[in-house]
């Protein structure tokens, strides 16, 4: 069993759909990633968090740390959000990042 | 400011050749790190360095070498191609530890070895 499991792997909707993407790990953690990966193959960071919520325009990112869960949600989705969506964690006995495999979203106009 | 930039974009090597992937980055940082990334897998750490003249092992190092002789650049060498390296190669850099801070990403490099 994978530390990281991200669900779904893959998720199709349409614009302007609520979208959620969901991360769960089975390791203690300090701190967890959001990263998206354009279709073109660059990767950004989009969160880093260890507790709580962070807002950034229409992205949304929780952790729920006592039951090793985040969430990704974006509002009002847009065809330009299709991509990857990774989710990596630090341990907190190794400072290197456990990846997901991703979900691939694509939202259709 | 460039970012990180990797090159080449693309190769197709055959079994046995030898060739170095090259990455830089003008942010000043630290940390950099090889990653490869394969079909239906999480991003895999190959070699890592937390500055220059100090590099260590990741999750996949055999059959890759690396050396950090300046704080910009640092270059992944494969030293006998397999087949098995076939993958996309991404390089990334953090001004601290890569799970501490956000990381910053080449574009990649995909190359297969027939």
């Known amino acids: 069993k994978n530390e990281v499991e991200q669900s779904p792997q893959n998720l199709t909707a349409q614009e302007g759909e609520f979208i959620t993407i969901n991360c769960s790990y089975s390791v203690g953690i300090s701190a967890l990633h959001w990263l998206q990966q354009h279709p073109g193959g660059g990767i950004v960071s989009l969160f880093m968090l260890s507790s709580g919520k962070k807002k950034h325009g229409r992205l949304i990112a929780t952790i729920n740390i006592q039951e ?6 974006i509002t009002a989705s847009h065809p330009r959000d299709s991509a990857v969506y990774i989710c990596a964690v630090r341990g907190d006995s190794n400072y290197q990042l456990i990846w997901g495999a991703g979900t691939k979203l694509i939202i259709k106009p | 400011n460039a970012g990180v930039t990797q090159t080449p974009k693309f190769q197709v090597l055959k079994t046995g050749q030898s060739m170095t992937l090259q990455c830089a980055q003008d942010m000043n940082h630290e940390y950099m790190s090889w990653y490869r990334q394969d079909p239906g897998m999480g991003l895999r750490l190959i070699h890592y360095s937390v500055g220059a003249g100090i590099t260590d092992q990741g999750e996949v190092p055999n ?24 993958s996309v190669y991404f390089c990334a850099s953090s001004f601290g530890l890569a799970g501490y801070n956000e990381q910053f990403f080449g574009p990649g ?3 297969t070895v027939l």
């Open chain 1, 68 to 73: 090793k869960h985040s969430s990704l949600h």
């Open chain 2, 63 to 86: 059959g890759y070498n690396v050396s950090r002789s300046t704080t910009e650049d640092f270059p992944l060498r494969l030293l006998s191609a397999a087949p098995s390296q076939t």
């Open chain 2, 109 to 111: 490099t995909r190359l």
